[in-house]
């Protein structure tokens, strides 16, 4: 028997997939050249909540959401994006009596007005 709500922990991050520098080594006076891929991918922001209850599996809900560079992209997550992965979890954890009690950092785009 289950009792309770489900405690959601939140958490986001910014991943690129360029690495941060290419290293090699050559005798002394020849510079080696050094192939770095991956220059070009953009990056990506990932919110993640994981979601738990005793006696039940945990959850976990993701938003991503992938930026190529372009003039004027946004390079974060947005409130909207923040909005649709809450109802998101709120939904899956709907069979909570009391609903999800949620613990997050300090962002400013998870403060509602």
């Known amino acids: 028997m289950t009792t309770g709500s489900f405690i959601c922990f939140e958490d986001e991050a910014g991943v690129t997939g360029r690495p941060p520098k290419g290293r090699t080594w050559g005798r002394r006076g020849i510079t080696p050249t050094v192939r770095v891929p991956g220059c070009s991918r953009g990056r990506l ?28 992209e946004r390079r ?8 649709r992965l809450l109802d998101g979890a709120h939904r899956d954890c709907a069979r909570s009596s009391t609903g999800p009690t949620l613990l997050t950092d300090a962002l400013p785009a998870l403060d509602s007005p």
């Open 45 to 72: 922001s990932v919110a993640g909540l994981l979601c738990i209850r005793p006696g039940l599996p945990t959850r976990l809900c993701y938003r991503l959401r992938r930026h190529a560079g372009r003039k004027g």
């Open 76 to 83: 974060s997550l947005s409130e909207t994006d923040y909005i």
